[in-house]
């Protein structure tokens, strides 16, 4: 047996379509509402909290390191997408949250989201749904088992 490609690997394949509905989704806010999807995904992750975030918050969702989380809020700051205001709880933290501006456009957003996600979703029978649905969270599962493993080989 040979050792795969990198193609071959499922990890590979993954990060493409992701990638793939990632670009799609992109073209399609920027054009809509002027939003890059790191944009997006913030406004999403402030309309979805339900309460104010902190920037480490907001980067740990996203999957993103602080800085560059810091230059996203600052252009939706900018904005007036995003409201900053201090963290009651600790003086050098901030609170962020979505502006009624930004609550707008999020609504607008997360509408088309779910309508792309019903157009791909659509394209598979239930079964192929509830078979993705099952791999995925074993693939999930299977990805932190081997995160705490590395991380014992500290």
Same mark, same amino acid.
């Given at each position: ?10 990890? %590979?394949?993954?990060?493409?379509? *992701? ?5 799609? &989704?992109?073209?399609? %806010? ?16 402030? @309309?979805? *909290? ?10 740990? *969702?996203? @999957? ?15 904005? =007036?997408?995003?409201?900053r205001k201090a963290d009651a709880n600790d003086a050098r933290g901030i609170r962020l949250s979505l502006t009624q501006p930004g609550k707008r456009l999020y609504r607008k957003l997360i509408?088309? &989201? ?12 239930? =079964?192929?749904? &509830? ?6 969270? =074993? ?11 590395? =991380?014992?080989?500290?």
């Open positions: 047996m040979t050792d795969p490609t990198i193609r071959e690997l499922l990890s %590979y394949r993954l990060h493409r379509v *992701a990638n793939l509905l990632s670009r799609g &989704a992109e073209m399609r %806010y920027r054009r809509e509402f002027g939003v890059s999807l790191w944009e997006w995904r913030t406004v999403a992750l402030l @309309g979805g *909290a339900g309460e104010p975030q902190s920037l480490n918050e907001l980067a740990r *969702a996203a @999957g993103m390191d602080k800085g560059q989380m810091s230059r996203v809020v600052s252009g939706l700051t900018r904005r =007036k997408i995003v409201f509408s088309a &989201a779910a309508e792309r996600n019903s157009a791909f979703l659509g394209c598979l029978s239930a =079964k192929e749904r &509830a078979c993705l649905e099952q791999a995925m969270a =074993k693939l999930a599962r299977e990805a932190r088992s081997f995160i705490l493993k590395e =991380k014992l080989h500290k």
